[in-house]
């Protein structure tokens, strides 16, 4: 190679390269610093070239900067493992290699060369702290875990009766349950209620969240690992095999990736889980509840939900109303709350004050009923011990008082002209129209005292979702 070509190999290494390069000469003078090093230390290059690096990195002395040892020993330290935070503050793990550099034997400079692992890092701290989870569930955690029973779930609601009525047939039978319904609607006390009250109930029962946690872990935790199977991976069983005989409830369904919602479904159909990583076909019987806080037809149309695997999931089908679609069942859920924290906070309130009860029914609770349990524990909290009934100044840590259905419009308009607003409200109206009359036209315009052809030009205007109009 000659001697162009090889400084320009050199550049192109040192400035597009993902290693983080630093060289310093004998007198600790930076001479050379590339963006990968400065990006993972927090500086500018200007900052560092030239300069003593004591100067720079106040902090370290002799004994703690590897170049500095190089420099002086003349010898190689390979694949240290650093976290320390950078100049910015943000906390960086790199795996570096510091070599001396020598010419006709003597020492002239010491280069570091480090990878930065900070995302490997994270990763894998949250997979041993899964881990650790995990043999913690499997000791003494379990009694502490609430066992609900139907009779748990209050509610006279029509619509909430009949939820009740299914997930009572649920319990006599191994298939799939799907539960949809906005988040604080009671989604896991129907999915416990159905295990412990079914034929499983002596079986193991576990939860996982398919939201908080990234795709590769995902994998590992539903169906385990191997030794090897990725970096820093052990020999674990996932919680497939955990809950082999029992239930598993996969909340939140829709926001798993498309990749691990296929091998869900490999598995659910197939009856087996492969490690990730290994090679052993493992047979499993887990009953599979999952949950989705999305309606799941419009999951699919989104392209967050796969329908073959939607298909496998609601072979029983849940749906439970959210609050505001059943406010007949306000009053007796507030006297069960308020029964369940007098006796917990030692109060004796046995009334509650019309205004409160009108509100509550005026509100829209994005919350549902675990919003309406927490506004009760706070206005308990508030009264005193001889107070008997629950006003309207109780409610002060809440803020549904200021929030009613007025404020509400009020609140959203923000600095709309009155006409965007009032578009943006009917395009609203239309939507849930379509939603609750199962987005058929005619019924959808009979039900909103409009023409076929009105709705149509509507529907066009906002170009509202046409794959499921019929
Ligand atoms: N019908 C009900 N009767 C009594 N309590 C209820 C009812 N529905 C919900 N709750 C209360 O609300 C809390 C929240 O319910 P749950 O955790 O089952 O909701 P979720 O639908 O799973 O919510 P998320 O989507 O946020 O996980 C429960 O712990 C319970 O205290
Ligand atoms: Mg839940």
């Given at each position: 190679?000659?001697?162009?070509?090889?400084?320009?190999?050199?550049?192109?290494?040192?400035?597009?390269?993902?290693?983080g390069i630093h060289a310093i000469?004998?007198?600790r003078?930076?001479?050379?610093?590339?963006?990968?090093m400065?990006?993972?230390e927090?500086?500018?290059?200007?900052?560092?070239?030239?300069?003593?690096l004591?100067?720079?990195f106040?902090?370290l002395n002799e004994e703690t900067s590897t170049l500095i040892r190089v420099l002086k020993l003349g010898e190689p330290i390979l694949n240290s493992t650093q976290?320390y935070?950078?100049?910015?503050?943000?906390?960086?793990?790199t795996i570096s290699t510091t070599l001396p550099?020598?010419?006709?034997?003597?020492?002239?400079g010491a280069v570091e060369l480090a990878?930065?692992?900070?995302?490997?890092?994270?990763?894998?701290?949250?997979?041993?702290?899964?881990?650790?989870?995990?043999?913690?569930?499997?000791?003494?955690?379990?009694?502490?875990?609430?066992?609900?029973?139907?009779?748990?779930?209050?509610?006279?609601?029509?619509?909430?009766?009949?939820?009740?009525?299914?997930?009572?047939?649920?319990?006599?039978?191994?298939?799939?349950?799907?539960?949809?319904?906005?988040?604080?609607?009671?989604?896991?006390?129907?999915?416990?209620?159905?295990?412990?009250?079914?034929?499983?109930?002596?079986?193991?029962?576990?939860?996982?969240?398919?939201?908080?946690?990234?795709?590769?872990?995902?994998?590992?935790?539903?169906?385990?690992?191997?030794?090897?199977?990725?970096?820093?991976?052990?020999?674990?069983?996932?919680?497939?095999?955990?809950?082999?005989?029992?239930?598993?409830?996969?909340?939140?369904?829709?926001?798993?990736?498309?990749?691990?919602?296929?091998?869900?479904?490999?598995?659910?159909?197939?009856?087996?889980?492969?490690?990730?990583?290994?090679?052993?076909?493992?047979?499993?019987?887990?009953?599979?509840?999952?949950?989705?806080?999305?309606?799941?037809?419009?999951?699919?149309?989104?392209?967050?939900?796969?329908?073959?695997?939607?298909?496998?999931?609601?072979?029983?089908?849940?749906?439970?109303?959210?609050?505001?679609?059943?406010?007949?069942?306000?009053?007796?859920?507030?006297?069960?709350?308020?029964?369940?924290?007098?006796?917990?906070?030692?109060?004796?309130?046995?009334?509650?004050?019309?205004?409160?009860?009108?509100?509550?029914?005026?509100?829209?609770?994005?919350?549902?009923?675990?919003?309406?349990?927490?506004?009760?524990?706070?206005?308990?909290?508030?009264?005193?011990?001889?107070?008997?009934?629950?006003?309207?100044?109780?409610?002060?840590?809440?803020?549904?008082?200021?929030?009613?259905?007025?404020?509400?419009?009020?609140?959203?308009?923000?600095?709309?002209?009155?006409?965007?607003?009032?578009?943006?409200?009917?395009?609203?109206?239309?939507?849930?129209?379509?939603?609750?009359?199962?987005?058929?036209?005619?019924?959808?315009?009979?039900?909103?005292?409009?023409?076929?052809?009105?709705?149509?030009?509507?529907?066009?205007?906002?170009?509202?979702?046409?794959?499921?109009?019929?």
């Amino acid at each position: 190679m000659t001697n162009i070509m090889d400084s320009i190999l050199l550049q192109n290494i040192l400035q597009y390269g993902n290693i983080g390069i630093h060289a310093i000469d004998n007198n600790r003078k930076t001479i050379v610093y590339n963006s990968t090093m400065a990006h993972l230390e927090g500086l500018e290059i200007e900052q560092v070239i030239g300069k003593d690096l004591f100067e720079i990195f106040p902090s370290l002395n002799e004994e703690t900067s590897t170049l500095i040892r190089v420099l002086k020993l003349g010898e190689p330290i390979l694949n240290s493992t650093q976290t320390y935070l950078n100049f910015k503050g943000h906390s960086i793990t790199t795996i570096s290699t510091t070599l001396p550099l020598i010419n006709n034997r003597k020492i002239i400079g010491a280069v570091e060369l480090a990878q930065d692992l900070t995302n490997t890092k994270i990763l894998s701290d949250q997979l041993l702290e899964l881990q650790s989870v995990l043999k913690r569930d499997n000791s003494n955690i379990k009694p502490l875990i609430r066992k609900y029973s139907l009779n748990n779930i209050i509610g006279q609601n029509e619509k909430l009766i009949s939820a009740k009525k299914i997930a009572e047939k649920a319990c006599q039978s191994p298939s799939s349950v799907l539960i949809y319904g906005e988040t604080g609607t009671g989604k896991e006390m129907f999915a416990q209620s159905i295990h412990y009250n079914g034929i499983r109930k002596d079986k193991t029962f576990i939860a996982q969240n398919c939201a908080a946690i990234p795709d590769s872990l995902l994998e590992g935790i539903l169906f385990g690992t191997e030794k090897g199977g990725f970096t820093g991976a052990i020999e674990r069983e996932g919680i497939f095999e955990q809950a082999n005989g029992g239930t598993l409830l996969l909340d939140e369904i829709n926001s798993m990736s498309l990749t691990l919602q296929a091998k869900l479904l490999r598995v659910l159909q197939e009856g087996y889980i492969r490690r990730v990583g290994g090679i052993k076909d493992i047979p499993i019987d887990v009953r599979i509840i999952a949950t989705t806080n999305e309606n799941p037809l419009e999951s699919i149309n989104k392209g967050t939900l796969r329908k073959d695997l939607y298909y496998r999931l609601n072979v029983i089908n849940i749906n439970i109303p959210p609050l505001r679609e059943r406010l007949d069942d306000i009053e007796l859920l507030t006297y069960y709350f308020i029964t369940k924290y007098n006796r917990i906070l030692n109060k004796n309130i046995n009334r509650v004050s019309n205004d409160v009860l009108s509100d509550f029914k005026k509100y829209h609770w994005p919350g549902n009923v675990r919003e309406l349990e927490n506004f009760i524990e706070g206005a308990i909290n508030m009264v005193s011990i001889e107070d008997k009934a629950l006003n309207r100044e109780d409610f002060v840590t809440s803020n549904f008082i200021n929030n009613t259905t007025d404020n509400i419009v009020f609140n959203n308009l923000d600095n709309q002209a009155l006409p965007d607003f009032m578009d943006s409200i009917e395009q609203r109206i239309i939507n849930e129209a379509l939603k609750r009359n199962n987005f058929n036209i005619t019924n959808t315009a009979n039900y909103l005292g409009i023409k076929r052809q009105t709705l149509q030009a509507k529907i066009k205007k906002y170009k509202i979702m046409q794959n499921n109009l019929h």
